[in-house]
């Protein structure tokens, strides 16, 4: 079955220490993107990637880098820099990002708290 | 820029109807919608491309006013299952390479 798999389900993270989300798709998507949620807040965008080797910042990718070394691979890395981590992550993908017809397939999230 | 989306909430009785909206200050090319059950990934309900397009799926339906820059989504016969949070995302004609923008959500409640 194809998919998005986001690793772990819940993190924590200690004060001034970086933390690793994994995300993985074997949709064969080109397209992966990074969201963070907060209650009331809506989907907010981190990163973006639309091919290989290259990532856009999103909205508020402030205290957030990314890396896509792999197009099935993703992942985000929250840094120190990022002073209220505490969210619900989500990984997403799609055929492409450009005026797209096709939907975005989501993983199922990684609840991210402060120790 | 981010649709706005109304109402924020709305609470209903099984077998009632409601209607959420998704507005932009931009001329839209397309209007996505999703449903997100508390603490689980979004689920893709459908895609409006056209103006005046209108889609459905089961009792759901949604049209699109490009007109107005904005979407409507039509839930009928609301089921206990309706329930959750509904997010509208969009691209804008003029957006060049940026992806879809998604609105704050509007949470649904369906009650027995």
């Known amino acids: 079955d194809g998919g998005i798999t986001q690793s772990p389900k819940y993190l924590f993270r200690k004060e001034g220490q970086n933390v690793t989300l994994s995300c993985e798709q074997n949709?064969?998507?080109?397209?992966m993107y990074w969201y963070r949620q907060d209650p009331g807040q809506g989907l907010r965008l981190i990163y973006y990637s639309q091919i290989v080797n290259d990532f856009q910042k999103g909205d508020i990718a402030e205290g957030y880098s990314v890396s896509r070394e792999k197009k099935e691979s993703f992942p985000l890395t929250v840094t120190s820099a990022q002073k209220n981590p505490t969210a619900f992550y989500l990984c997403a993908s799609s055929p492409r990002t450009v005026r797209n017809n096709q939907p975005q397939h989501f993983g199922d999230g990684t609840r991210l708290s402060i120790l | 820029q981010q649709p706005v989306q109304s109402p924020q909430a709305v609470i209903l009785r099984e077998g009632e109807d409601a209607v959420i909206n998704c507005s932009s200050s931009?001329?839209?090319?397309?209007v996505h919608w999703y449903r997100q059950k508390h603490g689980e990934a979004p689920v893709f309900l459908m895609i409006?491309?056209?103006?005046?397009e209108q889609k459905g799926h089961e009792k759901i339906s949604a049209s699109f006013n490009e007109k107005k820059q904005q979407s409507s989504l039509y839930l009928t016969a609301s089921q206990l299952s309706y329930s959750g949070t509904y997010f509208c995302?969009?691209?804008?004609?003029?957006?060049?390479?940026?992806?879809?923008?998604f609105g704050k959500g509007t949470r649904l409640s369906v009650i027995a």
């Open positions: 931009k001329a839209l090319y397309s």
């Open positions: 995302g969009t691209y804008d004609r003029n957006s060049g390479n940026t992806p879809l923008v």
């Open positions: 949709l064969n998507h080109d397209a």
């Open positions: 409006l491309l056209k103006g005046g």
